[in-house]
C-alpha cells in the first residue's frame, strides 16, 4: 500500500474512530527507548514481515530511530542474515524501555501468550494488533482488534496506519490537541 492508498483510506476511515485508535497504538510504539527494543512477533504460521518492513521505513524517514524494529522468528534459519535471525529466546531479555508488539489475526497460541506474559513480568510493554483474541489483549498495556467483518478496515489496512501513524512526526498545536480532549470527555461527534 503506498502513501496515496493510505491517505484515501484515511479519507474513507474519517469519521469511524478508527484512525484514532491506529493512531494511539502507532504513538504508544513511540514509547520504546532505544533502535532494536521494538520487539515485533507473530505466530508460527504469520509472522509480520510486513509491518516490519514499513516500520523500518518509517524509523529510516522520521528520523525516529526507536521505530527500528527487531522481528522475532519462531525458527529462525541458522544462514538466515544477522536482522532474519533472532528467534524467541531474545525475549528472555526484554526490559523496561523496550516493547514487545505483538501481531496477530489469528487466536495466539498458548506458547506465544506464554513468552508475552515472560516479557510483561520483565518490565516490556507489550502492544497488541489483533483480530479479536481476549486472552492476548489481556496481557496487552494497550491493544487494537481488528475483527473479521466486512467493515471498513481490514487487518492489513490497519497495519499500514499504525506504522503511518507511528512515524508522523508533524507537530500537533494547541487548538488540536484541545479538540481531541474535548472529543474523548464529551464522546463522538454524531451528525444530526
Known amino acids: 500500500m503506498d502513501a496515496d492508498s493510505v ?10 474512530g ?30 509480520p514481515w510486513h509491518l516490519t518492513a514499513h516500520l523500518a521505513d518509517e524509523a529510516r524517514l522520521s528520523g525516529l530511530s526507536q521505530l527500528s524494529p527487531t522481528l522475532l522468528r519462531w525458527s529462525p534459519p541458522a544462514n538466515a542474515p544477522a536482522h ?42 507489550i502492544l497488541a494488533l489483533d483480530g479479536g483474541d481476549p486472552n492476548l489483549e489481556s496481557l496487552a498495556h494497550d491493544s487494537l482488534a481488528v475483527p473479521r467483518l466486512d467493515g471498513p478496515l481490514s ?4 497495519q499500514h496506519l499504525v506504522s503511518s501513524a507511528a512515524g508522523d512526526i ?18 463522538p461527534h454524531v451528525p444530526d
Do not use: N, Q, Y
Open 84 to 125: 532474519l535471525s533472532v528467534g524467541l529466546d531474545r525475549l528472555r531479555e526484554a526490559r523496561h524501555g523496550e516493547t514487545l508488539f505483538v501481531v496477530s489475526e489469528e487466536e495466539a497460541p498458548v506458547p506465544l501468550l506464554e513468552h508475552v506474559d515472560d516479557a510483561r513480568r520483565t518490565g516490556a510493554t
Open 7 to 16: 491517505s484515501l483510506l484515511r479519507e474513507v476511515l474519517a469519521s469511524t
Open 170 to 187: 508533524r507537530r500537533i498545536g494547541l487548538r488540536e490537541r484541545l479538540a481531541r480532549l474535548m472529543d474523548r470527555v464529551s464522546g
Open 18 to 47: 478508527w484512525l484514532e485508535r491506529t493512531r494511539e497504538l502507532g504513538l504508544a510504539l513511540r514509547t520504546t527507548r532505544s533502535p532494536g527494543g521494538l520487539l515485533l512477533v507473530g505466530t508460527p504460521d504469520d509472522e
Open 155 to 158: 487487518f492489513d489496512g490497519a
